[in-house]
C-alpha cells in the first residue's frame, strides 16, 4: 500500500517561488490535509504530487517507486501514478450524463462493458446516487454534483485520492453532511487522501494529520491536536483555532529553574514550563480562548468590548490596558458593554513563543503569585 | 547553503527540453510560431524594402533608374511634392479619417440607442427588432453601399442613371447625399451599429441592475441615472467599439470604391489601389504601411483602454430583474421608428436588389420593362455585357461561384482547426512567452486593412521564387487564411478560455490521450462556438472582395470579383443579381448551421 514521500521539492513560477524545499511523509491510508491561507502553495503541492504540475526540482515517490525525480529525469504522466483527483469545481463534463461521467475512465482504462456496468451501479449506490443516473450535470445541485465527481474519482479505485477544496462551493450544511461522508468514504475505501482546504476546521475534524503551510514554506506537519495544543510558531497558532488564539505581549525578567518569570498585562506572573526552548527578552504568550475563563477571583482585570453569544458558547471581548482579549465562555451569557471584569489564565497548554522568531519556545502554565 | 542545494538538484537540459516537448499545447505553439512568422512577418519586410525600390513600368520611366535599385524618390514624391502630396495622400488620408470617426460615432449612436431600448425599456417587439437589427452586419458592407446608390442616384449625379427614390416619388438627392463622404458615413456606420448594438447590449444585459437600483435608491432621476451610472460603466465598451469600427472604416475599400469612384472622392485604400494601378507602387506599399501603423495604433489605443478600466466592464450581476423603463405613450412611435429602420436596412436591400436584377432599363420599374433575362435568359448579347446568358445558366457564374465556395471550405477547414488549436495551446500555455508570441501573430494580420495585406501578398507573388503563385487558386487560399486567422483564433482563444484547465484534466488523469481529449471532450463542450470558428471563414471568404480583387487572375475568376468587374463596368443588372446570390447563400449558410448545431454568425462575432 502506497506511501508518498517529498524529497526536496521546489516550485518556481519564473521568479515567484510557489513551494520551496518541501519535505513530507504522508503515510499509508493517512488523511493528510495541506492546509494554509490561499497562495500558499498547498495546491500546487497536491497537483505536484498528482503530475498535473512539474516541480522545478526534487524527488516524489509513491509506494517506494519515485514518480518525478529531477536528477535522473523521471516524470511519470498522472494516469501512471495511479491516483483520483477530486477538483474544486468538480470538472464534471457537461455534455455527458452522470453515467458517462463515471464510465468514461473506466473505458479509458479498457474496462469490459459488463464490468463498467457493475462498478458504476456500485458506485451510484455507494454515493446514493441511482436516481440521478441519466441526468446531466447542469440538472444536478452543487451537492449531487459533488457525489457524481466522487463518484467518477474513486470508480477506479485508485490507491491515492487528492481532493483540492472539493467542499468550499456547497453551502455550510451540505459541506458538514459531506463532511461525515468523506471521513466514512476514507475508511471503507481503504486508501490514501491527500487534502486541500483553507478551511482549518476541516483540517481538524477529518485528517489524521496536518500539513501547514504559508508562503511555500512547510510550518508545521503533525497531528491536528498536536498542531492545535503546540502550535510550532506564531502563524500556525493564529491560523489554527476559531476564535484565534490569544497573544500577549511579554517579557521575560529572569529564568528560573522551574520556568520563567514575566511582565505582561502590567502584571508579572510565574511561566511554569519544563522544556523552556530559545527566548529571547520580547516575548509573546500564547493563550487560548477557553484558557482565559471569567472568573470573579481572576488575576486580570478587564473592560467588556462586546459580546457574542452563538447559543452552546458565547465569545467575549474585553480590553486589558491596551490589549484586546478573547474568551470563550460556555452557555449564554451577556455582559452588559464597559462593566469590568476579572479573567483568569489558567491550564497547563499555555504556549510562549520568541518575539523575535516567532517560533514557539515552550508550553506551560501561567501562575499568578499569591 | 540553499543556493548551492539547488544547483545540484536542478535538472538536466534534456529532462527540461523532454517535459516541455512532451505536452501537446507547446508542439502547436512552436509550429505555429515559424508558420506564422514566415506568413505575416516575411510579408512585411517585402513590403518596405518594396517601398524604396524602383518597379518596372512608370516608376521606371519616371526615375530613369534601373528596376530593383534603391530610391527614396516615393518618400519625396509623396511628401515633398506640395500639389502631388496633397492629391494622393493628405487628402485622401484625411476623407479616411472623415469617414472612419463618422462611421464610429453613428454607429455607436445607433447601435446603442437600440441596445438601450432593447434591453432596458418596455419596447414593443423586441424580438423582431433584435433579430432583423443584426441583418445588416451579416451581409457584406458593400452590399449596403451598392444598395445606397440604387435608392438614391438619379439624373443630375454621377453617370445619370435613374435610382428608385427619383423613379418612384420624383426627387433628385443632391449629389452630396448621393455619392461621397456622406453616404460612406452613413453606409460603414449603419453596417457596424449591430456590431455596436451587441456589444453595448450585452454589457447593458448583463450589468448589475443593482448599480441603478440603488441610484434610483438615492433618489436619482433616470435621465441622471443614464448619465452617471450606465453611461460611465459602458464607457469603456463604448469607446473599444469606437475604435474597432474606426479602424473597420478606415480600412474599407469596397464601401468608398461604390460611393466614392463617381466622383472621384479618394480614401487612403482606394488611392492606395489607384496609385499602383497606376505604375506607383512604391508609393502605394508606403501608404500600406502608413495603413498598417494607424491601425497598430488603433488596437494599442484600443487594448489600453479595455485593458486599464476592465474592471468596469466584467461587471456581471446576478440579479436579473431588471426595471424596464416605462415608454408610456412615446412607446408605439418609437417601436414603429425601429421596425421601419431597421426593415429599410435590412429588408430593404433585398427587394431592391431582385428589383434591379430584372428590369431592362434601370430607373424603369413598370412591369412592362422587367424580365428575367439576366437571370436565365440568353438574349444577353443585346446588352454587349460578355455574358452568353442569365447568371443561373451560366457556366462562368458557375464555375465563379464553385470557385468561391471551394475556397470558402478549403480557407474555413484550415483556418478553423489552426484557429480552435491556436485558441487551445494558448490558452493552456497562458502568460508564457510562446504564448503570446503565437497570438498576437495570430492577430497581427488584423491590424493590415485588407488592401494593404492583398498588396503586400501580391508584391510576395510578383518577386523572387514565389511567381508560381501568382494568379493561382492557392495565393487566394493562403492570403484568405492568413488574413481570417485573427477571427478564428480570437474564437478559439474566447471558446478554450470558457473551459476550466480541471475539465481537460479530470481525462489526463484517466490516462485519455490528447487528440482522445480533444475530440471527446472539449470540442463536445464547445461545440458551437467551434463550429462558429468554423463558420466565420465561410461567410468571410464568402462575401471579401477587396482581398481578392488584386490576387485573381481575372476579373471574372471569383462570384464577388466578378459582381465587382459588373459594377465597374455598368452591367449592374447582373451585379444585383449576383449580390442577391451572395447574400442568399450567406444567410443559407448562416442559418443552416444555426439550424444543425445552434452556433450562429452574430455569436462569433465580437470576440
Redesign the interface.
Known sequence: MPQIILE?I?KRFDKFVAVD?LNLVIEDRGFVTLLGPSGCGKTTTLRMI?G?E?P???RILIDGKPVYD??K?I?L????RD???L???Y?L???MTVYQNIA??LE??KWDKKRIQERVQEMLKLLKIEQFVKRYPAELSGGQQQRVAIA?TLA?SPRVLFMDEPLSNLDAKLRGEMRTELKRLHTDTNSTFVYVTHDQLEAMTLSTRVCLMETGVLQQYAPPLEIYNRPANTFVAGFVGNPTMNFIPARVLSRRQNGLELSFLGREALFETANAGEVGEDAILGVRPEFLPISPNGALEAAIYSTLPAGMETTVKASCGDTMLTSVVFGSVDYEVDSRVRMDIVGSDIMLFDKATQKAAASGRVVFPG | MKDTRQDLRREPLYFRAKAFFSKPANLILLFFLAVLAALSLAPMVTMLTNMFKVHAGTERKLLRLKVGSLTLNHFEMLFRDYEWGKANFWIPLFNSLIVACGAGLLGILIGGTVAWFVTRSDLKCKKFISAVFVFPYMMPAWTLALFWTNMFQNSKVGGGVVGMVESLLGVCMPEWFVFGLFPMIVVIGLHYSPFAYLLIGGILKNMDATLEESATILKASRFTIIRRVTVPIIMPAVLSTFLLIFSSGFASYTVPVFLGSATRTFTLSTKMRALIQAGYEGQGYIIAFISILLGTLILGINQYFTGKRKSFTTVTGKSGQVSLVRLKRANWPISALLIFLTLFFAIMPLVSFALESVIRQPGNYSLSNMTLNFWIGTEASQFETGMPSGILINSTMWAGLARQVGLALAVSMVVGTCGMLIGYACVRRRGSFLSRAVENLAFFPYLMPAMAFGTIYLAVATSGGFKWMYGSFFLLGLVAGVKFLPFASRSGVNSMMQISPEIEEAATIFGVPWVTRMARILFPIQKSAIISGYLLPVINVMREVALFTLLVPYPRYLLTTMLFSFNETGYSQYGSAVTLLIIMIIIGINSLVNKLTGASFDKGIGG
Open positions: 526536496h521546489n524545499d498528482a498535473l512539474t522545478t526540482s526534487g529531477s536528477e529525469g516524470n504522466p498522472p494516469n501512471k491516483i483520483g483527483f477538483f474544486q469545481n470538472a463534463w457537461p455534455h468514461f475512465g479509458m482504462l467518477r477506479p
